[in-house]
């Protein structure tokens, strides 16, 4: 009975800790298409009131996310204490994501920043961390090869065009918002 009782407890605990940000989303905001003018590298002023999309992921695709932009070595961009650190820029087109409180902007060339602190991922990691947030899907097919990632890596799997719902006489949706909820 009482190795039972042990198991059961294992089992248990096991299930609640694996299970333990089941449901978190992250929010991403970005422009639905190319624009003219896009130097924005700043959080958009609006970000929670953006009506968007909300796609389910899985644990696997939350965690990659999270292990891209949060498990970075970050480097401060005022610490001159190490002359080693160079001062990494945010170049648009950007992605603007929000996971948890915190805030990140991802930018064409694969930096990231967090407030004052920036850190580079790789060609691969941007370009899996923007087709887990469907980010390419609010281009059209032609289009696509206007980024290098997809050039190297292919259509992404998950790939859907949508069309951004608008007026015909009202200009483009500057920004469109984009939830993922962990299933």
Known sequence: MKKLLFFLLIAV???TSN???????????FHPAFVEDCSCVDFPKSFGVIPGITFEITSKDY???TGVLCNN???????????????KEVKPLCVFVKLDTIEYVLGANGVVKNGRKSFGI???????????????DFFPEEDLDAFPEVR???????????????????????????????K
């Open 63 to 65: 965690n990659y996310i």
């Open 73 to 87: 070595k970050m480097t401060t961009a005022t610490d001159i204490s190490d002359y080693k650190i160079v001062t």
């Open 152 to 182: 190297k890596y292919g259509i992404p799997a998950n790939y859907h065009h949508h069309h951004v719902l608008r007026n015909k006489n009202a200009p483009p949706a500057r920004f469109v918002m984009v939830t993922l909820k962990e």
């Open 122 to 136: 790789s060609d691969l990691d941007m370009y899996q961390v923007k087709s887990i947030l469907h980010y390419y």
């Open 13 to 15: 605990c096991g299930c």
């Open 19 to 29: 299970s333990s940000h089941h449901g978190k989303t992250i929010e991403a905001v």
